[in-house]
């Protein structure tokens, strides 16, 4: 078992919030930098795309807990969420567009 996967485990069996502290911590960089890139440079976006990960994350921890690469599976959730994201922004100005132009 990897240091990641025992600290998983720690946060699943204990709600150790040392645990979850300690992986954050080592992945926050690499979630931020990929929603930063996907949200083309937007800090404040990144940042809450980054958050939502991470809430995910608590809440998943459970199935999370028997994967081989939280990164990995760190980055999908990222993609996702900023990809998510994208989508809301888009409709809510296509909505703001069409609101102004009744």
């Known amino acids: 078992m990897t240091e990641t996967q025992t600290?998983?485990?720690e946060y699943v069996e204990s709600g150790s919030d040392g645990a979850f502290r300690e992986l954050a911590a080592r992945y926050v960089n690499l979630v931020y930098s990929i929603a930063l890139r996907l949200l083309?440079?937007?800090t404040h976006w990144a940042e809450d795309?980054?958050?939502t990960v991470f809430v995910?994350?608590?809440?998943?921890?459970r199935r999370l807990?028997?994967?081989s690469s939280l990164g990995g599976r760190l980055h999908r959730e990222t993609?996702?969420?900023a990809?998510?994201?994208l989508?809301?922004?888009r409709r809510r100005r296509a909505q703001g567009t069409a609101a102004t132009a009744r």
């Open 65 to 67: 807990a028997r994967e």
């Open 56 to 61: 995910r994350l608590s809440h998943n921890a």
């Open 7 to 9: 600290l998983l485990a």
């Open 87 to 89: 989508c809301s922004e």
């Open 49 to 51: 795309v980054t958050q």
């Open 79 to 81: 993609c996702f969420a």
């Open 83 to 85: 990809g998510k994201s």
């Open 40 to 42: 083309g440079g937007d």
